[in-house]
């Protein structure tokens, strides 16, 4: 049988970085720190893909011909979902349900679990400090899909937008890719990036995927 897998299918916030984009990473990148070593993961999340542009560019065929009973997919998506382009966009409480259905389907169909994980908070906070809310219906749809698909979910929007707002304004920027112009040769002009993870946020969240994992009593490793 080999190795328990976990398969990624997601978005930016989860996907792999090459070295010229560091110290921009994906939470999937270092959930294998967090997890058995029994565990393999194989992170096939794609940035600025949605659930829908993911499943027509071919990229959960090519995981559903990989993956065999007792794997799991864990299923992340929502950032780009709410994009207006055509080849992206999804309305949360139908085309949405669609799409991750057929991730869903798809993974049982091979014997394998799959899992639903809410989008990544975004780091937005007002001008009083208070942390806004940038992800609309979606991580409340797919709640309701999993509970009525009978699928474990990951409340990542959740757990993400409590530790921001612990955190605060200033503080929380530690875990995202916020650079000073001259502090890193890959971003000479700086950057202030609300949305993608540095590797300390990356292995942060990663964490919290794991707790999450727990806590559901996963059958992992």
């Known amino acids: 049988m080999g190795k328990q897998t976990i398969y990624l299918a997601g978005d930016s916030t989860m996907a792999d970085y090459p070295p010229d984009s560091y110290p921009m990473q994906g939470w999937g990148n270092k959930l294998h720190l967090c997890i058995p070593d029994s ?37 992340q998506f929502g950032h780009n979902d709410s994009k207006e382009d055509a080849e992206r966009h999804t309305s949360p409480w139908s085309t949405y349900h669609q799409y991750l259905r057929q991730y869903i389907d798809g993974a049982r169909a091979k014997g394998a679990h799959p899992v639903l994980i809410s989008p990544l908070c975004r780091r937005h906070f007002d001008v009083d400090g208070l ?35 612990e955190m605060g304004d200033a503080k929380s920027r530690e875990w995202l890719t916020w650079l000073r112009p001259g502090e890193h040769p890959n971003y000479p002009e700086g950057i202030e ?29």
């Open 39 to 75: 565990v393999r993961v194989v992170n096939k999340a794609m940035c600025g893909r949605s659930s829908k542009s993911f499943i027509e560019e071919g990229r959960l065929e090519e995981i559903l011909r990989m993956i065999k009973p007792g794997d799991c997919l864990f299923i």
């Open 131 to 165: 942390l806004i809310s940038t992800h609309g219906d979606y991580p409340r749809s797919m709640e309701a899909l999993a509970v009525q698909e009978k699928v474990p979910f990951i409340d990542l929007c959740g757990r993400s937008a409590v530790a921001f707002k």
């Open 193 to 221: 990036d609300n949305t993608h993870l540095n590797e300390q946020g990356a292995e942060a969240v990663a964490g919290m995927v794991a707790d999450a994992i727990t806590k559901l009593n996963l059958k992992i490793g």
